[in-house]
């Protein structure tokens, strides 16, 4: 196939990435589906930097530190979307699939991993050329992708098949298939590497993944519809997007007892902590708006409007601490 990458404008920008920016404050690629664009925003300040026009239907967000990049999915288009920090003018895209959603950059390798919601695979890519390197095959529609920190394997959602899949990233064979709850989506993996927590969508929980045992542990009840899930690792609180209730599940992931309930706006989806701000950040789908908590309150602090259908699934926040001096 002669894949053309054709580059997407970019509609109105403050000025994306200084030097003294870049190092001071975490920015948010914030998914607009409405608009196909990507609303940039200075978390210090909660000033917009940039709107960039992307390709159809943007969902799936994934930065890549090593290269100052994000990588965005465009489910509408089959086509993953790539933003330059070093040339904030310009946006490109490169096809993928049939319906790219859930996105990850190997913490190891130049690769970044695509999940191809409706055709059983995960695509990999070059994050150095964006040259097809690939593919994984994968249960049914995959949805969230979570690489371990050494790069030795991947955990996928399946979301159909209520399965969380571990891929062997040197082999390519999936080395163990684990049953959680209904419809599994958003995944988030402990800091340490032992623990995965799956939002499963259907049956209104969380599932706790052994990774060592590879079998479910225990699940969490939430609220309805949960999407996606962010761990403050500080305070050791898992915080879950639940969709149709408008709100974010605070939980202890170790006791499964609920800390506390945050009403946000509605269809609360893509969901990170940020590390430099001790914050957590939720996109909000029918708000068009990103949400600031404050995890040791509880409470929302701030309103960050975006564009229309704001989703951000994955990793969203470009953190200084995380970029290459």
Request: glycine letters at 8%.
């Amino acid at each position: 196939m002669n894949r053309r990458w054709p580059t997407v404008a970019l509609l109105a920008t403050v000025g994306l990435c200084s030097a003294a920016r870049c190092v001071a404050a975490p920015l948010a690629f914030v998914t607009n589906q409405g608009p196909d664009t990507v609303t940039v925003l200075d978390l210090a300040t909660g000033s917009t930097q940039a709107t960039v026009a992307v390709g159809k239907d943007p969902a799936g967000v994934a930065w890549d530190a090593k290269h100052q990049r994000v990588f965005v999915t465009n489910p509408g288009g089959a086509s993953v979307s790539v933003l330059e920090l070093a040339q904030p003018g310009q946006a490109h895209s490169f096809p993928s699939g049939k319906s790219p959603l859930g996105i990850a950059v190997d913490p190891v390798r130049d690769r970044v991993y695509v999940a191809d919601f409706y055709d059983r695979q995960v695509e990999i890519f070059s994050t150095a050329d964006f040259s097809p390197q690939g593919r994984l095959h994968v249960g049914n529609t995959p949805s969230g992708l979570a690489p371990s920190a050494d790069g030795r394997w991947l955990a996928v959602a399946n979301r159909d098949d209520d399965t969380v899949a571990l891929i062997d990233l040197v082999t390519g064979e999936t080395i163990a298939t684990i049953p959680v709850g209904g419809h599994p989506f958003g995944l988030t993996l402990s800091p340490d590497g032992r623990t995965l927590y799956s939002a499963n969508v259907t049956s209104n929980d969380v599932s706790v993944v052994d990774l060592e045992a590879r079998a479910e542990i225990r699940r969490i009840k939430v609220g309805d519809a949960p999407y996606a899930s962010a761990l403050d690792p500080t305070r050791g609180q898992l915080f879950v997007t639940n969709q149709q209730s408008g709100t974010v599940s605070v939980v202890n992931p170790l006791t499964g007892v609920t800390l506390g309930t945050v009403t946000v706006g509605d269809y609360p989806e893509g969901i990170q902590y940020s590390p430099s701000l001790d914050r957590v950040f939720v996109a909000s789908w029918f708000d068009n708006a990103l949400y600031e908590i404050n995890p040791q309150t509880l409470q929302l602090e701030r309103t960050l409007p975006c564009g229309d259908g704001s989703r951000a699934f994955g990793v969203f926040i470009a953190e200084p601490a995380a970029r290459p001096q």
